[in-house]
């Protein structure tokens, strides 16, 4: 169980994100929304240690994060940013970043850290692109092996900024399934999304966030009905019974 309890946080003395109480429990998939701005990959990264609130906690199964050192805390919670590594090296080189928590020093890899690595390559369908410099691949290439590189880390608490980025309809449906897999299996996975349809479609609760404070924390079916897509988007959500589909309707009048 995470718990984000009155948190507080930001940049130099600016807050951007206020007073958020959140509970992300073991085996669910959470989505965060809002316009731009908002302060969604602030909250994200502040919940996933990367950041110093300035006020409240996050606590992970009842223990305060800041309390927990670096390399132990990377073992337990992974963080992708919407955008990242890259570069002159391999495809490999890359996702072997991934085991760095867990490696002694000098680096050596175990054969429990190359199990990891090639399970993360076949995982995301990319263990022909292993010996492949990363500066000589597509966008959606590169964004599945920063996930990979996620996936070798193997930690029980996911956080993925954007992670949909890049990636063609086909691909990004079949990485919300192989999110929401990890989530039947016990992980925890939270993201900030800007498709509201992935969103509604594949998450266990969903946060709403406008100007920096979380103005709703429900399940889609209840955020759908509860008027808080409509107060930060400005567009209707509606859920058909039949069908079970969402759907978003502008609340323009021009």
Do not use: W
């Amino acid at each position: 169980m995470i718990v984000l309890d009155k948190l507080c946080c930001g940049y130099g003395r600016d807050t951007v994100v206020h007073d958020v109480n959140l509970s992300f429990e073991a085996g669910k998939l959470y989505s965060i929304i809002g316009k731009n701005g908002c302060g969604k990959s602030t909250l994200l990264m502040t919940a996933a240690g990367l950041m110093k609130p300035f006020s409240g906690s996050i606590t992970a199964d009842g223990t305060d994060i800041s309390a927990i050192k670096p390399k132990e805390l990377a073992r337990k919670f992974s963080f992708l940013p919407q955008s990242g590594a890259g570069g002159d090296i391999t495809v490999r080189a890359l996702v072997s970043h991934g085991r760095f928590p867990y490696l002694p020093y000098p680096r050596r890899y175990s054969a429990e850290d190359l199990r990891c690595i090639d399970s993360a390559l076949e995982t995301l369908g990319i263990t022909e692109l292993a010996d492949r410099k990363v500066s000589g691949l597509s966008g959606g290439q590169k964004q599945k092996v920063r996930i990979a590189m996620l996936f070798a880390q193997d930690t029980d608490v996911i956080f993925l900024d954007e992670p949909t980025t890049y990636l063609d309809i086909g691909a990004r449906l079949e990485l919300m399934e192989l999110f929401s897999s990890l989530a039947a299996k016990g992980r925890t996975v939270i993201m900030t999304l800007h498709d509201l349809d992935l969103a509604f479609r594949c998450s266990d609760g969903i946060a709403v966030m406008k100007n920096g404070s979380v103005i709703s924390f429900a399940p889609p079916g209840e955020t759908a009905k509860n008027g808080s897509v409509e107060s930060a988007f400005g567009v209707s959500a509606f859920r058909d019974e039949h069908s079970g589909q969402y759907f978003f309707t502008s609340c323009s009048k021009d």
